[in-house]
């Protein structure tokens, strides 16, 4: 796993668990980290990952509308 370092400023009000928990939802949202990878970042289980997700804005299901509309038409 590849290390990295940055500087964030001493007023933001969040633990370094929750920092990497927003950056772990975010990855997970973007489609460049699976839902297990994700959990792995934090530390957590897929369970406790999955159900932390919400409250970070993030759906489980990371499927384009797009995709689901190509879906129906072709059911």
């Known amino acids: 796993m590849r290390i990295v370092t940055f500087n964030l400023p001493e007023n933001l009000d969040m633990d ?3 920092i990497t ?7 997970y949202e973007d489609g460049k980290l699976s839902i297990g990878q994700a959990a792995e970042l934090v530390g957590l289980t897929k369970r406790t990952f999955i159900e ?3 409250k970070y ?4 299901f990371n499927y384009p509308a797009s995709d689901l ?3 129906i038409a072709n059911a």
């Open 57 to 60: 804005g993030v759906s489980i």
């Open 21 to 27: 928990m927003s950056l772990a939802a975010k990855l």
């Open 69 to 71: 509309s190509q879906d």
């Open 16 to 18: 370094d668990r929750e």
């Open 52 to 54: 932390l997700l919400g």
